[in-house]
C-alpha cells in the first residue's frame, strides 16, 4: 500500500494546467462512452431498469478512470506529438477498465444487489471501442490539425528547398524535426533512398523519387518545375563508407548545392542540421560502444581531466558531464582553451559542478595541492606534447611533459585515493622510432609499475592505474585532416610525406568513448593486473594518400587534375607503418566491443625508479645522450637517434 501511495505521490505533484485540463476532457469522455454504450445497447425499456443505477456507477467509474490514466502514463507526452505509444497507452487504459467493468458486472449479478449482468458483454464491448475512440480519436485530430499547420509553414517561399540522402527510416526523424520546429529554415522536396525498391514511396508527404545516383537528374527536374534546391541533407545511412558518400557530396558540389548531415539518434545531440566533416566520412565504420557501460564509470562520480582545453580532453570532459558525473575539475595551461571548455559547459543544461583551474602537470606541488583539494574519484590525463617533429627537435620539453608530467599526476592521484587514472596514450609507443613514442611508452612503463604496486596494497578491491592508446584522431589539435582542408582550400598542393605512409584512425567521439568504457571495464575487470593498457580496434590502417585523395573528392575536385598530391618524404621520428601491440605484447579480449587488452611484463619499481633519477639527472645536465641511452634501457626498441 505504501508503495501505491509513493506512486501517487510522485505523479500527482505533476498536475499542471495543461495536464488538468486534459484530464477533464479524458473523464467526460470516459462518462460519455459508458453512457452511449448504455444507449446504443439497450431499448428503453431495459434501459430504464438501470437509470436508477447510473448516478452512482457513473461518477465513481469516472473517478476510478482517473486514477488508471495517470498510471497508464497518458500524460507524459503533448497531444501534439501523439502517437503509436500513445495509442497503446490509451489500449492499456480501456483494456483496464473494460476487465474492471467486468469484475464489477458480476458482483452487479448478484440477487442481493441487481439480479442480472447489468451491463453484458456486448455493452462492455462497446463501451471499449467508444472509448479508444473518444480519448485517441481527438490526439489524432489534433496532431493532425498541428502538422497541418507546420506544413503551412514547411512550404513558404523563404524556405530552401533540400534533398534527403538515406534511408527513410532515417529520414523520418528530420521530418518530424521540421514539423515541430527544432530543424528550421529548410523544406523537404524529395527522399533519395539507396534502395530502389523504396522508390515511389511516400513518407509524412515527401516522395522517395529515386536512388542517390540520380541526385543530378533529380535537381534538374525541380528546377524545371521551377524549384532550386539548395541542399542536400545528409542521412547516418547515407554517410557509411558503403554508401560512397563523396560521390553524392562531388555531384552537390558541382551543382553549387550546400551539404548538411543529421546527427545519428544515439550521439545524444539535439536535432540539428550540421555541416559534414571528414569525422562523419571514416574510412571504415565506426565502433560503437555500449553507453550504459560508460555511463556507469562516470556517473555520480568525482573528476579531474588533465589538458581538458585540448581537443581530447575537451571532449572527455563533454562526454563525463553528458553522462551524470557530480562534479568535474579541468586542468589546464592554457587559458584560453581553459576558458572555452568552461564556457562550454556551463552553457549545458546539467547537474555537474564544473571549475577550471589553470595549472601545468609538470609543476609537481601545484598539482598535489589541486588533486589534495580536490579529491578526485577519476582521473583523466589527457595533458600532453604530441607533435612528432616538435619533440624530436624539443626533446627536454617532450621528458618534461610526457614523462615527469604523467609521474606527477600518477603519484599524485595514488596519493589521494583515486578509484583509476587513465593516461592516454598512443600506438606511437609501440616499438618507437621517435621521442614522443618512447616517452608515451615510458609513461606507459610508470602507470604499469604503479598499479602493480597498488594492486598489491589493495588486493582485489583496488585502485586502477591504466593506458589507452589511440590511433590518429580525425579532427582533433594538429591533425592531418585541418591540414589537408587548409591546403585545399587554398588551391594546393597537398602535401603528404610518403606514398605508402599508412596510419590508423578513429574520431574524437569514438576515442573519448574507448577512455571512459576502459576505466569502466578496469574497475570490474576480475584480473586487472593483466589489463593495464587498452587498445581501440581500428580495423584497417588508411592509407595518408589514400585520405588525401578522399578529402579532395569531398571537396568536389579531382585529385592531380584540380589540387595536386606532393611527396615531402618521410620527417625524423616517422614510420611509414604503425603497429598497435608490440611483439612481446599478448592481446586479451576484454568482452566490450572493439576494445582488447595489451599484457606486456611489467618492469620492476627499483628498475623505473633508476630510470626516473637517470632522466631528471640527464634533464638538468641537458645531456640529450643520456636521455636517449636511459629511454633505451627503459624500452629496448626504442629506435630513436640521440644525433
Known sequence: MSAIWQRIARVWPRLTPRTALVLLHDLSMTAAA????????????RLSERVE????????????????????????????????????????????????LVALDYVMSRPDVF????????????????QMFFLGGPRIAYRYYRYARSQQHVRGSELTPALVIGDPSDADMLLRSIETGAVSRIRVAGMLSPEPADRGQVLRGVEVIGTPDHLERAVADFEARGIRIGRIIMMPSALSPEAKPETALMQARRLGIGASRLPPVDAGEPPRLAPIDIEDLLLRPTVAIDPLLTARAVAGKSIIVTGGGGSIGAEICRRVVSYGAA???IVENSEPALHAIVES????????????RIADVRDRDRIHRLFAQFEPDLVFHAAALKHVPIIEQDWAEGVKTNVFGTINVADAASIVGAESMIMISTDKAIEPQSMLGATKRFAELYCQMLDSQLAAVDGRARRRMISVRFGNVLGSNGSVVPKFKAQIEAGGPVTVTHPDMV??????REACDLVVAATGHALQSGEPEEMSV???????????????????????????????????????GERIEEILFAHNEDHIETGVPGVVAASSVCPSVDDVRGWVAALRDAIIKDDRAAVYRTLADAVPDFRGRAA
Open 115 to 130: 439480479g442480472e449482468f447489468y451491463f453484458g458483454v456486448v455493452t462492455i464491448l462497446l463501451y471499449w471501442c467508444l
Open 34 to 45: 459508458l453512457l452511449a454504450a448504455f444507449y446504443i445497447r439497450f431499448d428503453p425499456e
Open 53 to 100: 443505477y447510473l448516478p452512482v456507477i457513473v461518477p465513481l467509474f469516472v473517478l476510478y478512470a482517473g486514477v488508471v490514466y495517470m498510471f497508464s502514463s497518458l500524460y507524459r507526452s503533448k497531444w501534439r506529438f501523439a502517437s503509436l505509444p500513445d495509442l497503446f497507452n490509451i489500449f492499456v487504459a480501456a483494456t483496464i477498465l473494460s476487465v474492471s
Open 534 to 572: 587498452y587498445v581501440l580496434n581500428m580495423g584497417q590502417p588508411v592509407k595518408i594518400a589514400e585520405l588525401a585523395e578522399h578529402m579532395i573528392r569531398l571537396h568536389g575536385l579531382e585529385p592531380n587534375v584540380d589540387v595536386d598530391i606532393v611527396y615531402t618524404g618521410v620527417r625524423p
Open 345 to 356: 559547459l556551463h552553457a549545458r543544461p546539467s547537474e555537474c559542478s564544473v571549475t577550471g
Open 503 to 508: 596510419r590508423y584512425f578513429m574520431t574524437i
Open 327 to 329: 562534479r568535474l575539475l
